[in-house]
């Protein structure tokens, strides 16, 4: 129940600084997926230098670049959702007349709504007789509880001492991104409904955008 409040809170904050400074929470939004980005590729790099140039490395390089890419992907994907990046096929349902076509793109955006909310938690679906239960957010919480750490990063030892915690960094902290890349999902998902009712968008997915947004960006790293 923790969790979930606090990710209704944050939704909430959220939604309120982008009624205020929509450019702020995009720019935000971009900075820390390039953060995520650079760091994974400084320290892939720095750990091919270390272990082929001096025969040494970092144990926990592995586990902290792989976390970190897991990261990248479910907070990237709510923004791609926001942004209508992800690529999709629509050339079946563009066939349809507009009221169709529009009531498609409303069914999808809500799967996506539906999906989101489902894998943070399934409990819900006991009211309509489903026999399913747990999510996202009890398996963290889980995590939580136990207070079980991950398997190669550990604290540095000043860190220890200071705070008193154990010697590997709790997996909690690793694990935080899975639910609340979900709910920013399913965030978005919904944002992309209202939009798609109001006519301000046609589809969740690019679409036949792909090809013009391919088109756009071919030359972006020449630039």
Same mark, same amino acid.
């Given at each position: 129940?923790?969790?979930?409040?606090? @990710?209704?809170?944050?939704?909430?904050?959220? +939604?309120?600084?982008?009624?205020?400074?929509?450019?702020?929470?995009?720019?935000?939004?971009?900075? @820390?997926?390039?953060?995520?980005?650079?760091? /994974?590729? !400084?320290?892939?790099?720095?750990?091919?230098?270390?272990?082929?140039?001096?025969?040494?490395?970092?144990?926990?390089?592995?586990?902290?670049?792989? /976390? $970190?890419?897991?990261?990248?992907?479910?907070?990237?994907?709510?923004?791609?959702?926001?942004?209508?990046?992800?690529?999709?096929?629509?050339?079946?349902?563009?066939?349809?007349?507009?009221?169709?076509?529009?009531?498609?793109?409303?069914?999808?955006?809500?799967?996506? !709504?539906?999906?989101?909310? /489902?894998?943070?938690?399934?409990?819900?679906?006991?009211?309509?007789?489903?026999?399913?239960?747990?999510?996202?957010?009890?398996?963290?919480?889980? +995590?939580?509880?136990?207070? @079980?750490?991950?398997?190669?990063?550990?604290?540095?030892?000043?860190?220890?001492? $200071?705070?008193?915690?154990?010697?590997?960094?709790?997996?909690?902290?690793?694990?935080?991104?899975?639910?609340?890349?979900?709910?920013? +999902?399913?965030?978005?998902?919904?944002?992309? !409904?209202?939009?798609?009712?109001?006519?301000?968008?046609?589809?969740? !997915?690019?679409?036949?955008?792909?090809?013009?947004?391919?088109?756009?960006?071919?030359?972006?790293?020449?630039?």
């Amino acid at each position: 129940m923790g969790l979930t409040l606090a @990710i209704l809170v944050f939704l909430a904050l959220l +939604f309120v600084a982008e009624r205020i400074k929509p450019d702020w929470v995009q720019r935000t939004e971009e900075n @820390i997926l390039a953060i995520l980005l650079a760091t /994974i590729t !400084v320290v892939s790099f720095a750990q091919v230098i270390a272990r082929y140039g001096f025969n040494m490395g970092w144990g926990g390089a592995l586990e902290f670049t792989r /976390i $970190l890419f897991a990261w990248m992907i479910l907070f990237g994907m709510g923004f791609g959702i926001k942004m209508g990046t992800h690529l999709g096929v629509d050339a079946l349902i563009r066939k349809f007349p507009p009221p169709l076509f529009k009531t498609i793109a409303l069914f999808g955006a809500l799967c996506g !709504v539906f999906y989101g909310v /489902i894998l943070l938690s399934a409990d819900w679906l006991q009211l309509f007789g489903a026999n399913t239960k747990g999510g996202a957010i009890v398996y963290w919480s889980k +995590f939580f509880k136990i207070g @079980i750490g991950l398997d190669d990063l550990r604290y540095p030892a000043w860190f220890m001492d $200071l705070f008193g915690v154990q010697e590997r960094v709790h997996r909690w902290l690793a694990y935080i991104m899975l639910p609340l890349g979900l709910a920013l +999902f399913a965030y978005r998902c919904l944002q992309a !409904v209202l939009q798609i009712w109001r006519g301000d968008r046609e589809l969740i !997915v690019a679409g036949h955008e792909a090809e013009d947004l391919v088109a756009e960006n071919k030359n972006l790293l020449r630039d």
